[in-house]
Antibody, heavy 121, light 114 residues
């Protein structure tokens, strides 16, 4: 069955950096676009970033552009999110989500359980 | 920026009654080349990740009960729960996945039992 497991969350100080990972199994990872979505405490869902199946295309929300970098290792079926210059506004649960085969224009059909990133001094 | 709005913010419905949630996109999500609406609905229960319910505006994801249905085209969409069950208490989000990102979510609609 499809599994997505995020890791790497934890308390970080404002201005700090963190790298999230999403280990996947149960589907052909190197054929699918992958996303990061976040949810601040008590708030709605905010799409963060997407990477195409081969890593050639990456898109970001304006709120994280220039600070976050999405990447993937298709040999290890793993998705990453490098987060720099973190602020308290970045405090959220971060979910990885599976996108479409060979396209970024597809619904997110599987989600991980999320990893919490509190940004606090 | 493309904005997704939902109404109402919350609603309470009696068990067995109909629940209707509306979603509006500030720009059309209908792709004329294939006549598909790039609009999805998700359900999120407390403490859980979102779950895909509906895609292409009206196609139920595998395993989703048929009391859930989606309709609409262009900029205006509706999610209907025909007979509300206790397990349907959740927040529901619409999302556009059309063309280039951002793949914006609506603000969510909370559904409770009256």
């Amino acid at each position: 069955q499809v599994q997505l497991v995020e890791s790497g969350g934890g308390v970080v100080q404002p201005g700090g950096s963190l790298r999230l990972s999403c280990a996947t199994s149960g589907f052909t990872f190197n054929s699918c676009s992958m996303h990061w979505v976040r949810q601040a405490p008590g708030k709605g869902l905010e799409w963060v970033a997407v990477i195409s199946y081969d890593g050639s295309s990456k898109y970001y929300a304006d709120s994280v552009k220039g600070r976050f970098t999405i990447s993937r290792d298709n040999s290890k079926n793993t998705l990453f999110l490098q987060m720099n210059s973190l602020s308290t506004d970045d405090t959220a649960v971060y979910y990885c989500a599976k996108g479409g085969v060979a396209t970024v224009m597809a619904p997110f059909d599987y989600w991980g359980q999320g990893t919490l990133v509190p940004v606090s001094s | 920026d493309i904005v997704m709005t939902q109404s109402p913010d919350s609603l309470a419905v009696s068990l067995g009654e109909r629940a209707t949630i509306n979603c509006k996109s500030s720009q059309s999500v209908l792709y004329s080349s294939n006549n598909k609406n790039y609009l999805a609905w998700y359900q999120q229960k407390p403490g859980q990740p979102p779950k895909l319910l509906i895609y292409w505006a009206s196609i139920r994801e595998s395993g989703v009960p048929d009391r859930f249905s989606g309709s609409g085209s262009g900029t205006d969409f509706t999610l209907t729960i025909s007979s509300l069950q206790a397990e349907d208490v959740a927040v529901y989000y619409c999302q556009r996945y059309y063309h280039t990102p951002p793949f914006t979510f609506g603000p969510g609609t909370k559904v409770d039992i009256k």
